[in-house]
Each structure stands twice: as structure tokens, then as C-alpha cells.
T-cell receptor, first 110, second 114 residues
């Protein structure tokens, strides 16, 4: 059974204080690892897809990396508008379905 | 604008009633999905469909039913057999071909059953 574990559960940062969110996974035949951002009461917004170990992708203050066992979402010099829940999900095997972690709730304060 | 629409945004029902949640997409995606989200839990897959007139059960299909009569539409019915129907329901869609398989989500429907 595919498993995805995200840590920490919650993270509070001051504006400008860089940090990383972790997503560790156990799957058979990884086809892709996905990062989403979710604001309260809204649907998740797609951020990145990573397909193979060593791959990195960047978007503004966010950078996602992938190893054979985990992925990190690095947030550089965060701003209050980066406050959200960040979700990690994996696709494995032949099915197109995703298995999600429980998310990391990020709060960035002034 | 291309995207996924879900209606209504909020839905209230009495216990024992069936209720149908709407999901429409104009992204020309082959696959569509229904997830349920509860506080403190990750998204859990209810049903998914990769082609018209075909669908598969996800991890928590009991008490739910779906249909896929058109490529653009994938309605979810929450039946009275679902023991804890109050939740935030999310619909998503994705392509099945090419290099990218990311799922795009709708705005969600919050269902409250009392």
C-alpha cells in the first residue's frame, strides 16, 4: 500500500525566515510526486510535479526536490501570502490515482 | 476560461436523504476523480473514471455512487448509506497521455448533513 507522510504538521515562520517541508513516501513504482497548495475552504492548487530522483523545480520562493525516499519543499524568504496548507501526493503503478499526505499547515507572520 | 466547476459551494441536507454533487470540466481531460477531505486528514479517493461509461472505486467508495455519461461531467451521489457524509468534497481531472499527469481541482462543495 502506498504511504505518504508529511512533516511537520504545522510550521510557523517569520517573514524572511527560510525553511523546508518534508514529504516521505513508500510506493512501488513511483510515476510522479506532486506538490499542491491549499487555502482554507478552497480546492488545492497545483505547484509542481517531480518524476525522478535528483529532479528539482522552482517557482518564485518555492523549490521542490526529490530523492528516492522523500521530497522537500524549500521556502526561501517567505511572505505572509505564502501561508497555506501544502499537500504532497504520489502516483504509483499503473493507475492514475493519487495518494495524499495529510499536509503541512504553514503560517508566515510579519 | 478553462477549468473545473463544482456546484453548489455549500449544501445542507437532512439525514436519510440522497444528495448529488455536480462536477463539470472543460479542460478536455479524460480522467475525473472525487475526493473527500475531513479536518486533519489528507484527501481520500472516493471514485475515479478514466473513460466515459466506466469508473473504479477508490479507497472509501461505500455509501457513494457516480456516473460518467459525458466526458465533461462526473456527478457524485452521497446516499443515505454513507454513515458520516458531512465533509468537504473535491472533484479533480487530469489528462492520461503525454508527460504530465497532474490533477487539477475544482473549488469544492461543503456538505453538511444533520
Amino acid at each position: 500500500e502506498d504511504q505518504v507522510t508529511q512533516s511537520p504538521e504545522a510550521l510557523r515562520l517569520q517573514e524572511g525566515e527560510s525553511s523546508s517541508l518534508n514529504c516521505s513516501y513508500t510506493v512501488s513504482g513511483l510515476r510522479g510526486l506532486f506538490w499542491y497548495r491549499q487555502d482554507p475552504g478552497k480546492g488545492p492548487e497545483f505547484l509542481f510535479t517531480l518524476y525522478s530522483a535528483g529532479e528539482e523545480k522552482e517557482k518564485e520562493r518555492l523549490k521542490a526536490t526529490l530523492t528516492k525516499k522523500e521530497s522537500f519543499l524549500h521556502i526561501t524568504a517567505p511572505k505572509p501570502e505564502d501561508s497555506a496548507t501544502y499537500l504532497c501526493a504520489v502516483m504509483a503503478g499503473t493507475a492514475s490515482k493519487l495518494t495524499f499526505g495529510t499536509g503541512t499547515r504553514l503560517q508566515v507572520t510579519l | 476560461d478553462g477549468g473545473i466547476t463544482q456546484s453548489p459551494k455549500y449544501l445542507f441536507r437532512k439525514e436519510g436523504q440522497n444528495v448529488t454533487l455536480s462536477c463539470e470540466q472543460n479542460l478536455n481531460h479524460d480522467a475525473m476523480y472525487w475526493y473527500r477531505q475531513d479536518p486533519g486528514q489528507g484527501l481520500r479517493l472516493i471514485y475515479y473514471s478514466q473513460i466515459v461509461n466506466d469508473f473504479q472505486k477508490g479507497d472509501i467508495a461505500e455509501g457513494y455512487s457516480v456516473s460518467r455519461e459525458k466526458k465533461e461531467s462526473f456527478p457524485l451521489t452521497v446516499t443515505s448509506a454513507q454513515k458520516n457524509p458531512t465533509a468537504f468534497y473535491l472533484c479533480a481531472s487530469s489528462t492520461l497521455y503525454g508527460v504530465s499527469y497532474e490533477q487539477y481541482f475544482g473549488p469544492g462543495t461543503r456538505l453538511t448533513v444533520t
